[in-house]
């Protein structure tokens, strides 16, 4: 076996012959079993799994070896034979049809070889990750993109929520302007319904007081019917009512009817009394004498009243006019200042 066949082996095993090289080796193996033996080698070698075969470092000395040769070698000729872009398979070809590589042993060809071989593996394993680095790059990208517009979404619904805030903002300060004309409206309500229930208040105080002034008009007016009755009629006569040793300036004169309850008294000269005192009437008769209306006097001395007596005025003898607590009392307990008989 030749070292040029030797080269094809390998590069048969490798699957980069041209159909005429490889009915070279197919014949050649045909009649040769180590030949054969060796094919098998070298197949076994390429359908390894190159990731268990650790990686081969050349030694110093092969390295500088190859290097010389190569140098030696017609390198002009063998790059003569290349395509105008030839591949990295028609490289390796022509490198091991090369004088220099037909003068290694078959040994340091398989060397070669597996040096390759793992230089493929770990190239396709470069391709592989940068493969890899290249989908996660786009999968960051398409991330990227899908984080932008996420965060332009949520840009547009922060710009939006702004916008309400914005508005709410504006609506609370228009609600406390409001708030505040409502407060002020209300307060002058308040001040306002003050003001009427004070016009009210003294509307119904002058109410009182014209039903007072009223009450006192009827009762005045009835007084002054009973006074006029009194005095129109034909059986009326006055009574006079000098002072007593007690009053002797004072004096007073009493209209009556026998047949009657009321007659009217006129007094004058009578001395003011102290606020615990006051003048009462006294109705006279044989063993005893009944009360009848208190009065007290102006600065004058002066008064005039009606004198409601319980029974009609003929069942007594005289009158009299007496000075007691205030209040009158049942019992004559004072002096007596005015004294009138009423028996003709």
């Known amino acids: 076996m030749n070292n040029q066949i030797d080269n094809l082996l390998a590069l048969y095993a490798l699957g980069d012959l041209t159909e005429e090289e490889i009915q070279q080796v197919e014949q050649?193996?045909?009649?040769?079993?180590?030949?054969?033996?060796?094919?098998?080698?070298?197949?076994q070698i390429v359908a390894a799994d190159l990731a268990d075969i650790p990686p081969l470092t050349p030694s110093d000395q092969i390295t500088r070896e190859i290097m010389l040769r190569v140098e030696k070698d017609a390198v002009?000729?063998?790059?003569?034979?290349?395509?105008?872009?030839?591949?990295?398979?028609?490289?390796?070809?022509?490198?091991?049809?090369?004088?220099?590589?037909?003068?290694?042993?078959?040994?340091?060809?398989?060397?070669?070889?597996?040096?390759?071989?793992?230089?493929?593996?770990?190239?396709?394993?470069?391709?592989?990750?940068?493969?890899?680095?290249?989908?996660?790059?786009?999968?960051?990208?398409?991330?990227?993109?899908?984080?932008t517009n996420q965060r332009n979404a949520l840009q547009g619904e922060n710009e939006a929520l702004l916008n309400q805030i914005q508005q709410l903002q504006t609506d609370n300060q228009r609600l406390r302007v409001s708030l505040a004309e409502a407060d002020d409206a209300r307060q002058q309500m308040v001040a306002d319904l003050a003001q009427?229930?004070?016009?009210?208040?003294?509307?119904?105080?002058?109410?009182?007081?014209?039903?007072?002034?009223?009450?006192?008009?009827?009762?005045e007016l009835i007084v002054l019917r009973e006074i006029e009755q009194l005095i129109e009629s034909p059986d009326t006569h006055a009574v006079a009512l000098p002072g007593t040793d007690t009053s002797p300036d004072a004096h007073g004169q009493l209209i009556a009817n026998p047949e009657h309850h009321l007659a009217l008294l006129v007094v004058s000269a009578l001395p003011a009394l102290p606020e615990e005192q006051e003048y009462q009437?006294?109705?006279?008769?044989?063993?005893?004498?009944?009360?009848?209306?208190?009065?007290?006097?102006?600065?004058?001395?002066?008064?005039?009243?009606?004198?409601h007596s319980p029974t009609p005025l003929s069942r007594y003898q005289a009158i009299g006019v007496s000075v007691e607590p205030r209040g009158g009392s049942p019992q004559r307990t004072g002096d007596i200042v005015l004294l009138g008989s009423l028996v003709n």
């Open 76 to 147: 002009a000729r063998r790059l003569a034979r290349l395509p105008a872009n030839p591949t990295l398979w028609q490289r390796l070809r022509h490198f091991w049809q090369s004088p220099l590589f037909t003068g290694m042993g078959f040994a340091l060809a398989a060397f070669v070889a597996v040096w390759v071989l793992l230089l493929l593996q770990q190239n396709r394993d470069l391709q592989t990750e940068q493969m890899a680095l290249i989908e996660a790059r786009q999968t960051l990208t398409a991330e990227l993109a899908e984080t």
């Open 281 to 307: 009437v006294l109705l006279i008769y044989d063993d005893g004498h009944d009360t009848a209306d208190t009065f007290r006097v102006d600065p004058q001395g002066q008064n005039v009243l009606l004198i």
């Open 28 to 43: 050649y193996i045909a009649t040769r079993p180590g030949a054969r033996l060796r094919l098998e080698e070298l197949k």
């Open 196 to 219: 009427v229930e004070a016009d009210l208040a003294r509307v119904a105080a002058d109410y009182d007081t014209l039903l007072q002034a009223i009450e006192t008009a009827e009762t």
